[in-house]
């Protein structure tokens, strides 16, 4: 959706806008009186995914109880490292299921003029902060148990492992589709594949303790677990970073779209643009266009609107276009 504002104005008093992931127009005010959107669930990918969501949520949820149960018997530190990562999904899981609510509630405040879609980055984060703390606390068990005597029980482990291993492939194939659009499910699908990895981590680690007769197999899996979760978050997390910092979208290069605006017919100049993602799937932009005179601004505001939205993936823009000899627009230094 594009919005005209500034000098244009004059000349153009209402827009017709396009709201966010529907097929049918919104009419809104004019940038200079203020406009709103009303943004449904189908409006953006997390909630389109909620249902897979709920039904990951039910499986995990109740076999965590199970395999914690079964660690704690069988005094398997695999095991149990995998239940703490059962623990971390469900939470995950049910924070993603909440955001996904929160994303799609309207605001009735009238302050939140962007809506409530940055919940669900949160709850990405908060997937982040949970598998970094599972992966510190299996490192550190880990490393603590190497050189000491410990008793595990390898059957409970193979069973419970597979048991968990059908679990998790499950969810999988549920979150996968989802995964590429929503940094929310995004989230808790790594929760589950970190999930899914110290299922077959418990495997191997019951197996190699049944061919071997030694206990450290256990330990020496459990750690593999934890460095491989710990990796996962911290590429995770460097994309939640990237939308909380408000940088310019994955794949779009702020000086290719400044270009290919300033290409537009009857621009003279670009200044202050700005790009950035609101959440998945919902890339922003603001700029100000410098016309040359006696140029049609309907035209140049059309061309510049379907230019970000089909070249640059950006369907929300706000674009101020100025006349040439228009003096009164101070840039900003940021």
């Not at 990405?124 to 902060?129: D, F, N, Q, T, Y």
């Not at 499950?170 to 808790?188: D, F, I, P, Q, Y």
Request: aromatic content about 6%; hydrophobic content about 50%.
């Amino acid at each position: 959706m594009t919005t005209v504002t500034g000098a244009a104005f004059a000349d153009r008093d209402r827009d017709v806008l396009p709201c966010w992931g529907t097929d049918t127009g919104c009419e809104g005010e004019s940038a200079m009186g203020g406009h709103s959107h009303s943004h449904g669930v189908g409006s953006h990918a997390g909630g389109r995914h909620r249902w897979r969501l709920a039904v990951s949520f039910a499986l995990v949820g109740s076999y965590f109880v199970v395999e914690l149960v079964y660690g704690l018997v069988s005094g398997s530190l695999a095991l149990l490292s995998d239940a703490g990562h059962m623990a971390a999904d469900v939470v995950a899981l049910g924070a993603a299921l909440v955001a996904t609510r929160i994303a799609t509630r309207p605001d009735t405040t009238g302050r939140r003029t962007y809506g409530s879609y940055r919940a669900e980055v949160f709850a990405s984060l908060l997937s982040v902060l949970l598998m970094m703390g599972v992966a510190v606390y299996v490192v550190f068990e880990a490393v603590r148990r190497i050189g000491a005597s410990a008793e595990v029980s390898s059957g409970p482990m193979l069973v419970v492992g597979a048991i968990g291993l059908a679990v998790n492939v499950v969810a999988l194939l549920l979150l996968r589709s989802g995964a590429s659009e929503s940094l929310n499910v995004k989230g808790a699908y790594l929760e589950v594949v970190a999930d899914t990895a110290g299922s077959v981590g418990v495997i191997v680690a019951g197996w190699l303790v049944v061919a071997t007769g030694q206990p450290m197999w256990d330990t020496v899996v459990a750690l593999a677990i934890g460095l491989f979760v710990a990796v996962r978050a911290v590429a995770l997390g460097r994309e939640v970073f990237a939308v909380l910092g408000q940088h310019a979208p994955s794949g779009v290069d702020p000086a290719a779209v400044a270009d290919d605006l300033a290409g537009v017919d009857g621009v003279d100049e670009v200044h202050d643009l700005h790009l950035w993602t609101l959440t998945s799937g919902m890339h922003v932009a603001t700029a100000h266009l410098v016309t040359v005179e006696r140029t049609d601004d309907h035209a140049v505001l059309d061309e510049a609107r379907d230019l970000l939205r089909d070249r640059h993936g950006v369907a929300h823009a706000t674009l101020q276009v100025e006349p040439a000899s228009h003096t009164g627009c101070d840039r900003v230094g940021w």
